[in-house]
């Protein structure tokens, strides 16, 4: 049994979590998250407390764990939101928010468009760095992956997408042999 799921979740004064089933909403200062709960896991609130529990004696007891830190990060997400900054590195690269669109201008020949999900919101700075905030930790997770999925950072000069504070190893180039 997970370490984290014995401990209860403290719900502060800024949520209001409700269950009905096995759905799980959650209500903070930034927003409403649902959640469905795992059929493997019981969740309990007992006034001011969240109990993350296996569903009955027999079941397992593998999505404790899972369940505890996915609930939460919904009570982190709802209150504070979450994060990501992806920095562009090279000559001529460049994003710009048009709309609903991120779009990207990264070597390629074509500029690159992507759609920015419902519930996130990205800011770009100085061309060269995007801020991706939103409520959902996997959702944001998800997107700056995509986002860096379009041009990964080269091993060679580094050039690329990539997280901020991220470090690139770089390789060394060929080097011409003398005889």
Known sequence: ??????????????????????????????????????????????????????????SEKKFLGTEFALIRNALMGVEKGFEKKLQLVGVGFKAQVVGKSL????????????????????????????????????????????IREIKKPEPYKGKGIRYEGEYIKLKAGKSASKK
């Open 103 to 146: 779009d990207l201008a990264l070597g390629f020949s074509h500029p690159v468009k992507v759609e920015i999900p419902e519930g996130l919101t990205v800011a770009v700075e100085k061309q060269t760095m995007i801020t991706i905030t939103g409520i959902d930790k996997q959702k944001v997770g998800h997107f700056a992956a995509t």
């Open 1 to 58: 049994m997970s370490k984290l799921a014995k401990k209860p979740l403290i719900i502060s004064s800024k949520h209001k979590v409700t269950q009905t089933g096995s759905l799980l909403t959650i209500q903070g200062t930034k927003g409403t998250l649902k959640r469905e709960v795992n059929s493997q896991v019981h969740v309990e609130i007992k006034g001011q407390e969240l109990f993350v529990l296996p569903k009955d004696e027999f």
